[in-house]
């Protein structure tokens, strides 16, 4: 887990973003809003970029956690992870995802 903040001279955005991982066919880039008190957990096939937009959500992966606010950014590693949205509010983020190289067009 690597956690850092973004400091781009434009707001954070979908687009945004997106021009930071090209060629755009190797990335998934999406948003996705968690309500309150939502808990979920998953794994990663190649890692995750964690984008909040509002919100607070907390991340779990092995031993680390951090709690994110908006304008913070998580690297997570491959594997397992659990979130949970810790703020009175709805967490809104981007996810963005690596593809296995196998779906990368040729």
Known sequence: MNLDRWNQNNPISTPAVQKLYL???H????TANFPRHAKFEGSFLTGADVFVLSGQIRYKQGAESA???????LKLTKGPY??????????????VHQLPEA????
């Open 23 to 25: 060629p755009e066919a």
């Open 67 to 73: 709690t994110l606010n908006a304008g913070d950014i």
């Open 103 to 106: 779906l990368w067009p040729k």
């Open 27 to 30: 990335y998934t880039v999406r």
């Open 82 to 95: 659990e979130a949970e949205v810790v703020g009175a509010d709805t967490a809104n983020v981007i996810m």
